[in-house]
Structures are given as structure tokens and as C-alpha cells.
């Protein structure tokens, strides 16, 4: 069996549910710098939004880990965590991070998130098409 994908970009990320709350009460601010309307709406429906902020944060954590990247080389807006229909978390990008999946020929990233009430967990697959390379 072909395998379609020359190669694949990898990260993974785990974020303390408490420090992100105490962050967010420290600094309510922070919200708006990170996280894009959408994600917002979504986690603010839940009667504690910290683990859904926590686990976002990491989502996005380690797509940047996966592009080689530092924490603030690529905007955090840059990269959203979505919902598909059904309720799958997606990664939809924009920006610096979309163009720099483009560069490695990143057609699809798969993302799983978990969380408890102290932990939170994401690890991301970018999936790149054969004959593709960073330059």
C-alpha cells in the first residue's frame, strides 16, 4: 500500500488546568490576545471554561512546536481550534502558521485534545503530500 504522505510534522503539548485559571483571573485580558470570537463563544458556554481554554492553548502550543517554531513567532490568533459538525476539534489556520504549513506541504493536521480538571493535553499531526519540502 502507497503511502500518500512523504512525511508528517508532529507536536504535542501539556498545560496545567490551574495555572491557566489563575493566569485568566489574573490577567482576564489574555483571552482576547489568544484565543479568536469563536473559540471564546465555545469555551464560555461551559460553567468553567478553564480546561477548554487550558486544552485550546495546548492545541496551538503544539502546532507551533510542530512548525518549528518559538511561542510568539506566530500569532496565536493564527491558529484556531474549531468544531466540525459533529463535534470533532479541527485546526483551521491563517496567517504566518498557514503559510509556513504551506512551506512544508501540510495538507491536513489531525488533532486530539484531552482534559481533566488539572490537566490538559493536545497532540497534532501535520500530514505532507509526497515531493513537498520546507524551504
Not at 485550546?56 to 466540525?84: N, P, T
Request: glycine share 8%; aromatic share 8%; charged share 25%.
Amino acid at each position: 500500500m502507497k503511502n500518500e504522505y512523504a512525511g508528517l510534522l508532529h507536536g504535542i503539548d501539556l498545560v496545567e488546568v490551574e495555572r491557566f485559571r489563575d493566569l485568566i483571573s489574573r490577567r482576564p485580558t489574555i483571552i482576547n490576545r489568544l484565543f479568536c470570537e469563536s473559540e471564546i463563544s465555545y469555551c464560555n458556554k461551559s460553567p468553567d471554561p478553564s480546561e477548554r481554554y487550558a486544552v485550546r492553548f495546548a492545541a496551538k502550543e503544539a502546532i507551533i512546536k510542530a512548525l518549528g517554531r518559538g511561542l510568539w513567532d506566530i500569532s496565536f490568533k493564527d491558529v484556531r481550534i474549531e468544531k466540525d459538525p459533529r463535534g470533532k476539534p479541527e485546526v483551521v489556520l491563517s496567517g504566518r502558521a498557514l503559510a509556513l504549513s504551506q512551506c512544508y506541504g501540510v495538507e491536513r493536521w489531525i488533532v486530539s485534545l484531552s482534559h481533566t480538571g488539572s490537566a490538559a493535553m493536545a497532540s497534532v499531526i501535520g500530514l505532507a503530500s509526497q515531493g513537498t519540502s520546507a524551504n
